[in-house]
């Protein structure tokens, strides 16, 4: 699947794309989100929350690895949005001591996976990736690359 690139100059505006990306999304999708520390990822979910309604603070889940977030669809059903950080994970048995297994199989949700490469062995074969890397022209700048799962078209948005 081609992928589709947009850029952001600000946290403002990479918010507004992930609110957008999040308007194609499912219970049961899982993102894997690629980029640098520092590269906006925690930003680009804060959209993604803004858009399901979620109340909570959105915070990076660094030091908590996983963090849950209760929001709702569009209809006004319920929704919960998962927001894991695997930085810290150096082995399986941390993966699965924190029940990543559970969660990233958990269909009833939305889940947004950080350094996903690593889970590669844990991560659906059909999953979105979003990449984020620093733009070099603009120190706020960041190019935001969007990769839908095979047999799914990502619509302008």
């Known amino acids: 699947m081609d992928p589709k690139t947009f ?8 918010q507004d794309l992930g609110e957008d990306f999040a308007a194609q999304l499912s219970p049961g999708d899982v993102v894997a989100l690629e980029g640098d520390l520092g590269a906006g990822k925690t ?3 804060r959209g993604v929350c803004r858009y ?5 603070i ?24 998962y927001h894991v950080d695997l930085y ?4 399986q048995e941390q993966l699965r ?6 969660m990233v199989n958990d269909t009833s949700a939305i889940k947004f ?17 979003v990449a984020l890397t620093n733009d070099a022209s603009n ?10 799962p095979e047999r799914l078209l990502i619509t302008d948005y």
């Not at 850029?7 to 990479?14: M, V």
């Not at 810290?88 to 082995?91: A, D, L, S, V, Y």
């Not at 001591?97 to 559970?102: D, I, L, N, R, T």
């Open 52 to 56: 399901f309604n979620v109340q909570d």
């Open 7 to 14: 850029h952001s100059s600000s946290q403002r505006q990479t």
């Open 58 to 81: 959105v915070t990076s889940p660094t030091f908590a690895i996983i963090n849950q977030y209760d929001g709702s669809l569009a209809g006004g059903s319920p929704v919960r949005i």
């Open 43 to 45: 930003e680009f979910v």
């Open 97 to 102: 001591s924190v029940g990543f297994v559970e």
């Open 139 to 148: 120190e706020n700048g960041r190019m935001i690359e969007i990769t839908a």
């Open 88 to 91: 810290r994970i150096e082995t």
């Open 113 to 129: 996976i950080e350094w996903p490469e690593k889970a590669r062995s844990e991560m659906p074969d059909r999953h979105w990736t």
